[in-house]
C-alpha cells in the first residue's frame, strides 16, 4: 500500500514537473516568435521608410520654388511618401553635384533644369530613360528629347524686364540694346551657370547666325552693368535699383501684381523674335526608388500640377488640357519663335565655341 502510494506521489510529482517543464517551454518558445515578429516589423518599417522618402534636387528660383509649397502636400498624400527638396542656385551647380556623388548618390530626381542644356546632359551617364504616360498631353515642340531622358513639365519666355518708374520709354529690339544711351543699364546671366544666361545666348544666335551674335554682344558689353551667375542674385540687384534692366521671363509682371500689387515692373520680348525656355526633370541613374521617381514624374504633368504652374509658379504648363489664366492669356508674345532656327545637332558641334566665344568677348565683366 505504501509503495503504492508513494508511485502515485511520484506520478504526480513527475506530472507536475511535465506540466512546468511544458509551460516553461512554451512561454520560451512564444517570447522567441514574438521577439522574431518585433524584429520582423521593425525591420520591415525601416525598409519602408527609407523607400518611402524621394530626394529631389530642385534648381529653381524664389518666385518658380513658390509652387512646392502646395504640390508637396498633395504629391505626398496621394503617394504616401515624404518629399526632400534640396535647392540649387543654378543648372550647373545641381548637375555637378549629381556627378561629384557619382556612385554614391544623395538624389532620386532632378528638377528645374532648361532645356538648353540637353545637349550636355540629356544622355544615359547621368539619368534614366522614361517615357512618361502623360507625355500624350504635351505638344511636339517642347519634346524635343526623343530618349526622354529630360520631361518638360513648365516653359516660359525669356524677355526683358524694365522698372518702369526709371525707364518711360522701353526698349523695343535687340539693336536698340545696342545704343550708347543704356550704358551700365542691364543686369545678364552668365551662360556658363545659367540656363536663363545659356538661353540668352543660343537667343542671340538664333537672332543674329553665327557670325552676327558676336557683334551683337560687342554691341551690347558696355551697356551690361552686370554678369551674375543666377537669376536669383541678378533680380535682388534689379529691384535693389543698381540696375533698371534685367533678363528674366515675360511672365514677371505678373508676380509683382499678385504678391505686391504693383505696377511698376514691365516686360518686353524684342521684335527680333521669342525664345522659349523649358523646365525639365529627370530621373537619376543612380536612384533605388525608380517606380516612386517615376510617380512623381507622372505627377508634375498632371493636371493637379499643371494648374499649380500658373497659380504659384507663375510658369505656363506644358499639358494642353490646361487653360491659360486671363493674365498669361493678356501677356503680348513675339509670335515669331526663334527655337526652330537652332537644332540640337547644330548646337552639339558649336556649344563649346559658342561659350568661348561669348567669354572672350565678355572679358573683363564676368
Not at 278 to 305: H, M, P, V
Not at 336 to 362: C, R, S, T, V
Request: with cysteine; glycine share 4%; proline share 3%.
Amino acid at each position: 500500500m505504501e509503495k503504492n502510494n508513494l508511485r502515485i506521489k511520484n506520478l504526480k510529482e513527475l506530472k507536475h514537473s511535465f506540466l512546468a517543464y511544458f509551460s516553461y517551454s512554451f512561454i520560451i518558445f512564444f517570447l522567441i516568435i514574438l521577439l522574431l515578429f518585433i524584429i520582423g516589423c521593425s525591420k520591415k518599417e525601416d525598409i519602408n521608410l527609407h523607400y518611402s522618402q524621394l530626394t529631389i534636387y530642385v534648381n529653381g528660383n524664389f518666385v518658380e520654388n513658390r509652387i512646392w509649397e502646395d504640390a508637396i502636400p498633395i504629391f505626398e498624400e496621394i503617394y504616401d511618401c515624404h518629399l526632400n527638396l534640396i535647392y540649387f542656385k543654378s543648372s550647373f551647380n545641381a548637375i555637378n553635384q549629381i556627378i561629384k556623388e557619382n556612385k554614391k548618390p544623395q538624389a532620386d530626381v532632378l528638377i528645374g533644369i532648361g532645356n538648353t542644356y540637353f545637349n550636355e546632359v540629356a544622355n544615359d551617364s547621368i539619368f534614366i530613360s522614361y517615357k512618361p504616360y502623360n507625355i500624350r498631353y504635351i505638344p511636339n515642340k517642347f519634346t524635343k528629347d526623343n530618349k526622354y531622358y529630360l520631361i518638360p513639365y513648365a516653359y516660359n519666355y525669356l524677355a526683358f524686364i524694365y522698372d518702369s518708374e526709371e525707364i518711360k520709354e522701353p526698349l523695343k529690339s535687340f539693336g536698340g540694346m545696342q545704343d550708347g544711351k543704356w550704358k551700365n543699364n542691364i543686369i545678364v546671366l552668365n551662360p556658363q551657370f545659367s540656363s536663363m544666361g545659356n538661353g540668352m545666348l543660343l537667343w542671340s544666335i538664333a537672332a543674329f547666325n553665327n557670325n552676327g551674335y558676336k557683334h551683337f554682344w560687342r554691341s551690347v558689353k558696355e551697356n551690361i552693368y552686370s554678369v551674375r551667375e543666377s537669376w536669383e542674385d541678378a533680380y535682388n540687384m534689379f529691384l535693389a535699383k543698381e540696375a533698371p534692366i534685367v533678363l528674366g521671363f515675360i511672365s514677371m509682371p505678373i508676380y509683382h501684381r499678385e504678391i505686391e500689387n504693383s505696377y511698376q515692373y514691365k516686360a518686353f520680348i524684342p521684335q527680333e523674335g521669342e525664345f522659349r525656355i523649358s523646365r525639365c526633370a529627370g530621373i537619376i541613374k543612380t536612384t533605388k526608388k525608380i517606380k516612386l521617381s517615376e510617380q512623381f514624374i507622372e505627377f508634375l504633368l498632371s493636371t493637379d500640377f499643371q494648374n499649380l504652374l500658373q497659380a504659384k509658379g507663375w510658369m505656363y504648363p506644358v499639358n494642353r488640357k490646361i487653360k491659360l489664366k486671363p493674365d498669361f492669356l493678356l501677356i503680348k508674345n513675339n509670335r515669331k519663335e526663334l527655337n526652330n532656327k537652332l537644332n540640337i545637332e547644330d548646337i552639339k558641334h558649336n556649344y563649346l565655341q559658342w561659350i568661348k566665344n561669348w567669354q572672350k568677348i565678355m572679358k573683363k565683366k564676368v
